[in-house]
């Protein structure tokens, strides 16, 4: 078993380089430099307009079917992006910003790790530049002058039981899934039945990804449909008012953020949705921000392929107009062997057979990255129980099934475990040929069954009677040709979680249609969708410290 | 009727100073300096621990009984900065931060008005560095602990129905107010009947403002009393784990803000508790670190002299050992004549008697603040309406009374309309004399009878069926000598928001006392206290906008 220092000592022993540096060695000019602090910045997009052109190649980290294990996607990334730096290459890194909630969950920690880190790691994971605290600002604003018009004589005439703006903030507390407000009488507000979601799986977190300038964004969070009126009819921010107000509150937000990763490689770290209930990738501006000012850019989508891989295509792909040069897909020995069966605890353990029932999973998400017309290239990230056996078994399955393959340590080894991966990658770019998998043009049942037939493998689509309800007013409203979000569990590429591997001929389920006009596409959720993530018994919080000079502990 | 651009238009045409310029002028070293943008800077307060001495002379601005007409308090304080700087002070000013709720909301903007104002305003009223959302970050973190704890076995026995930590937000939001979370059924938590405060009025907001050090800072936030067992116990945050992770969401918050007002003064603004619920000044450190940097420093208490006053006295005084220098009694001709009986909507019209009668209010104040051992000086802040008949009416009063009182015209005139001002301020100075009116050993209900006797001007107390029985759980948990916070309606002397002037022989009716010791104090409610205000039919959140270059307007 390899051991080394916790993630947060690595980065906290390792020397930064000023922020300043980092920008104008990629380029950016001092102009557009907000420093946050000496190591953190915001980069006003407004002050890049004549910055042309924007053609880094965009190499998109894409991966297997998550497991309990963990495959190591940022981290990956991360060190890949440190490679191509080595390689010589202008390389520029666009990645979400970690959730605070989960810091304090769960996680610990989520700006990659070992010696492929972004840092100020402390900074990242801890309110960075305010971003998630402007969102849910927004969010919360627009929610109080919702139920405040209601309460003040309901001029728009809404149905208090239809609005379907729920508030958000970025903590896990299940406490508030379900929620009832309102109470205490009359001078207190409109008793309403509703519940919060985590800041990342809002709204306005998806339309701060996607949008493409300060105007688009204001247009967006004018667009958002809040609930309906007595009559049925939609109401939006806009007859509200708040539009302006909101885009106040996100003015700052939309700026991306620079840090650097620990082979010192600038790298944009910038939105943070989830990958089912949104796009899962950071935002748009970041990436084409990176595009400016590297040859390279690594860009990360959330889940494996399926889910935010898909989303990168079909969603930021479409609405930025962005050509993908390639795509990795990153995969562990483990999470195969656990697709293949092997239980979670004996993972460490060599197991052959399960290797090779459970590579059907990987063998799916390349065959189903071809389909955008790219190259996929696999990241067999290496674990420190993974046998020569097992490691062979990879390297001549990827020959047979036709992929290129290579081995990365970057969590031992930074950039310097990635050099191969590096080449194969670079080996594999494309121009101009990725595409979209559906055109939306065609509705929106036509764009779910096209992804699930193609990607999915669903032999059948199958709406319950709240979305046959939902795809009815969708159509009233001429919302019909919004791209779609599928939320599926990620575990697997049914919505059944526990169909591992690579089921086929299965029937997906649509259990409801979420129009969400400001981002502008509609969810169409299959199971069970978590917003609200809870605690669990021991959190990540309580094992956090700050010493009397300030240096945080505890975070990995 | 004076007519002068917007106060955002006047900010905005106004060319800031770089901040480092700012902080080389005070002599606050650069390495100290943490940038937010190039007009804003928090100031590493463990990088200032070797400069010596912080003797900076602590002129208190306080004001009589609100009223509608509002005084401009922190304007007159901003102009008066901007006079002693003109007059070749080295000046320093250490203000509250606006809370983004009530700028959303009535206030559109809290940051000084006219020509006396702190800038970037647009900056300061939203977001500004992020320490609000620091503090609800941290608020809700502990609250989602305590939930998560009782869902997860509850091993401290903890009674779901007395947990008194409340959750928080920076929103008006009524709606909010009294909310049952935890619906759901099992997995979704456990059912709470609770609500939010805004985040002004949150125990951690009382705490950063009172911290002394990121050693205490930790120390108070595990102190917190987060509700109580079933045998009756009470629960802190330590024993819950949780003070390490909190102090790690409010490290960063700790360090106080730079900006500058139009004058080019150096100015502190950073913490912005309510004067009722809290002491209502900015933080103990922000003043502290001022005194290092100026040679007069001007900081100002929440509400009436009777409120915030006492309290910058009895708590924040006490508890950072300050010697006050001296303390300015903001008060308009309008204000008087509403204290006096005038109506509000003819408070522009001439009227003498009303003056006449209504100049007690001032005066009782005058009288209170000498009874900490400081020489109150008057400003009286002048309106277009007043009238010279009575303004000559109020130099003869302060003749008569024996009190040294200055004109002054900030908003129209900024620093130069407060020269006089500054100079009879100045010429009432006096050293070591400052002290508290009560000492909290003597108990709780002594130290609540001295402020009701004393300031007041009370003839008895009486305790509600509440009250006593949290009397008797103070003494049962030894928090007898904590000071205490009154919270009391800022209208009146008493606590009958309509007794306007200077009621006397008055009881007051204490309905609850609430431990706060973490913040270090027993606040004592009696009438209603507003923790979550609610917006009124026209937020001004309807006029805010934002243009396609990134200006925002509609703040004022």
């Not at 010696?115 to 309110?127: A, C, F, G, K, R």
């Not at 082979?263 to 990958?275: E, I, L, N, R």
């Not at 079909?314 to 293949?340: C, E, H, P």
Request: proline share 5%; with cysteine; glycine share 10%.
């Amino acid at each position: 078993m390899t051991t080394q220092p916790s993630d947060v000592e690595i980065a906290q022993a390792h020397p930064l380089k000023p922020i300043t540096e980092i920008a104008a060695t990629a380029g950016i000019p001092d102009a557009a430099l907000i420093p946050y602090g000496t190591t953190k910045a915001k980069v006003d997009i407004t002050a890049l307009q004549d910055v042309e052109p924007a053609e880094g190649k965009i190499v998109l980290v894409t991966g297997v079917s998550p497991t309990p294990a963990g495959e190591g996607k940022s981290t990956v990334l991360i060190g890949l992006a440190d490679a191509f730096s080595q390689l010589g290459e202008r390389t520029v890194v666009a990645l979400r910003e970690p959730s605070q909630g989960p810091v304090m969950g769960i996680k610990g920690g989520a700006a990659g790790g070992g010696y492929s880190q972004i840092v100020p790691m402390e900074d990242i994971n801890l309110h960075f530049t305010g971003d998630f605290h402007a969102i849910s600002a927004a969010t919360n604003t627009l929610a109080s002058i919702i139920d405040n018009h209601i309460h003040q004589g309901n001029d728009l005439n809404i149905d208090p039981r239809k609005v379907t703006w729920q508030r958000c903030i970025d903590v896990n507390d299940r406490a508030l899934r379900n929620v009832v407000t309102g109470l205490g009488g009359p001078t207190h507000g409109v008793p309403a039945e509703t519940g919060f979601t985590i800041t990342a799986a809002s709204e306005i977190m998806a339309i701060l990804c996607l949008a493409t300038s300060l105007k688009d964004l204001k247009k967006r969070l004018g667009d958002i449909t809040i609930g309906f009126t007595y009559d049925g009819e939609p109401v939006t921010a806009r007859q509200l008012q708040a539009e302006g107000a909101l885009t106040a509150l996100m003015r700052d937000a939309l700026n991306p953020n620079l840090v650097q990763t620990l082979g010192g490689t600038p790298a944009f770290v910038h939105g943070g949705p989830f990958a089912n209930i949104a796009h899962g990738c950071n935002t748009l501006l970041a990436t084409q921000t990176a595009q400016k000012f590297g040859d390279v850019v690594l860009t990360e989508a959330g889940f494996g392929a399926d889910l935010g891989g898909e989303k990168f295509m079909d969603i930021k792909s479409r609405f930025g107009g962005l050509d993908v040069a390639g795509a990795v897909v990153v995969a562990t020995i483990r999470s195969q062997k656990y697709n293949g069966g092997q239980a979670r605890e004996d993972l460490t353990t060599e197991n052959l057979e399960a290797l090779k029932a459970g590579v059907i999973n990987l063998e799916r998400h390349v065959e189903n990255i071809r389909k955008f017309g790219v190259k996929p290239v696999v990241a067999l990230n290496l674990f420190w129980s993974d046998t020569q056996a097992e490691r062979d078994f990879m390297r001549e399955w990827a020959e047979g099934f036709g992929v290129a393959l290579a081995e990365c340590s970057v969590w031992s080894d930074g950039g310097a475990g990635a050099l191969d991966l590096a080449q194969t990658v670079r080996d594999n770019f494309v121009k101009g040929e990725s595409k979209q998998l559906y055109d939306p043009a065609a509705g929106i049942e036509a764009s779910i069954e096209t992804i699930a037939h193609e990607l999915y493998r669903a032999s059948s689509v199958e709406y319950g009677p709240k979305a046959k309800k939902d795809l009815q007013y969708i159509k009233d409203n001429g919302w019909e040709e919004f791209p779609v979000v599928i939320s599926k569990t990620q575990y697997s590429f049914s919505d059944d979680p526990t169909a591992l591997g690579a089921p086929m001929g299965h029937t997906l389920h649509v259990r409801e249609l979420l129009p969400r006009t400001g981002a502008g596409f509609i969810v169409a959720l299959t199971g069970d969708v978590m917003t609200m993530p809870g605690l669990p018994k021991e959190p990540a919080a309580n094992r956090i410290d700050v010493t009397q000079d300030g240096t945080i502990s505890g975070l990995f």
